[in-house]
């Protein structure tokens, strides 16, 4: 996507003083000279043209830096810029996540889900980045957890509380620490019947703020009654403080629901009205959200078509509508988002790999 370039979101200094001098010694020519001249740095899931996956740190510029495998295919991912550590979720219903240090400071870390759970292929760090937070299915009882992992012991599970739905998919922690953010996608599944939706005639799509100390209910928000079949799935924060969330509809393909929205805490949700072109070309089908906060932009990409669109944080209107085959993951940079797609490229440099649905930014800001 082009835009008019401003200050780096990640300093590439503060990404190398991060690393240190060991481990850019250890990067072959060619990845040393891309990380020396990049403003922004990345990561993101990806499959290898063997079948194999694995995570990739990229520049902004989509030049691949060094490549970590997994044991299976990732999802979301998050970073905590106290620890400088990542984490992969595997896609649902996956039962792994892979805690690394982008870096190459320690070896990876790979849980597991308790017997009985799933992950939902999401989750966050504490604001201290000594817990870490997952989105989980307890199936047998049909409901959506927060398995809370203990960072400083090997990511040991300590604890969990309920996410006050079913199904749910992405969560981010609020810019104070002390609220959990939960999109409650609304849909059943069960491991037996692989990633089978069990309710689509029955969803109870919300979006959900849990207190981070006691797993409290603070505020929860369903859709209204017109659009109960409109999936929670994805969820950021602009700078105000205010919650984006984009949705993925089940209902009728000639429906033309409202597919993102916005809310800040102790307000009702509002929809985003976007002009009918970019619905329809969104094809009921938001894949990811990111929020630029220094631009205060939104943009929302959809596979579907092929597409990314970017809006005003402010008045939610639309600024650009941009064709890009196999729109997958979005990610605020320098130049307003860098996205990928599964085709291979990545902020429009191709590569032989087929990124996954997410990127995460790493660095520190």
């Known amino acids: 996507m082009s835009f008019a370039r401003t200050a780096p979101l990640i300093e590439r200094r503060s990404f190398l003083k991060m690393a240190g001098a060991a481990w850019a010694a250890t ?5 040393a000279f891309a990380l020396a001249r990049t403003d922004a740095v990345y990561a993101s899931g990806f499959m290898a043209p063997d079948g194999s996956y ?32 990542s984490v992969a979720f595997s896609r649902r219903p996956g039962t ?32 201290d980045g000594r817990l870490l937070y997952a989105t989980e299915n307890d199936f047998a009882a049909n409901r959506g957890m927060v398995g809370i992992y203990d960072g400083t012991n090997v990511f040991a599970r300590i604890g969990e509380f309920p996410t006050y739905g079913i199904g749910p998919h992405d969560m981010t922690l ?16 069960h491991p037996d019947f692989g990633r089978t939706k069990l309710n689509l ?22 859709m209204p ?12 924060i602009d700078a105000k403080g205010r919650i984006w969330f984009a949705c993925q509809y089940e209902g009728p393909r000639n429906d033309l629901p409202p597919l993102a929205g916005s809310f800040a805490p102790g307000e009702d949700i509002r ?46 209107k639309l600024i650009r509508q941009e064709t890009i085959l196999d729109a997958a993951g979005v990610a605020a940079s320098p130049k307003a988002f860098a996205v990928s797609s599964y085709d291979g490229d990545f902020a429009g440099r191709h590569s032989d790999v087929a990124w996954d649905q997410h990127i995460v930014r790493i660095g520190r800001v």
């Open 271 to 316: 929809f985003v009205d976007l002009p009918e072109e970019a619905t329809i070309a969104l094809a009921n089908y938001v894949g990811a959200i990111a929020v630029n906060r220094a631009e205060g932009l939104v943009c929302l990409t959809s596979p579907k078509e092929g597409v990314a669109v970017t809006l005003d944080a402010v008045t939610g």
């Open 27 to 31: 990067l072959a020519p060619g990845s």
């Open 174 to 189: 609020s810019p104070d620490g002390k609220l959990l953010v939960i999109a409650n996608g609304g849909i059943e599944t």
């Open 54 to 85: 694995g995570i990739a740190t990229v520049t902004e510029q989509g030049e691949i830096v060094e490549k970590v495998a997994l044991p299976a295919r990732a999802h979301g991912m998050a970073y905590s810029v106290a620890t400088g550590k």
């Open 201 to 222: 005639d029955h969803m109870e799509p919300s979006l959900a703020l849990v207190d981070t100390e006691t797993g409290a209910l603070v505020e929860r928000h369903t």
């Open 96 to 127: 792994y996540a892979m805690i690394f240090d982008p870096a190459g400071r320690s070896e990876p870390i790979v849980i597991s889900a308790i017997e009985g759970r799933h992950f939902f292929g999401h989750g966050c760090f504490s604001a």
């Open 225 to 236: 009654d017109r659009w109960r079949q409109l999936s929670t799935r994805h969820v950021d």
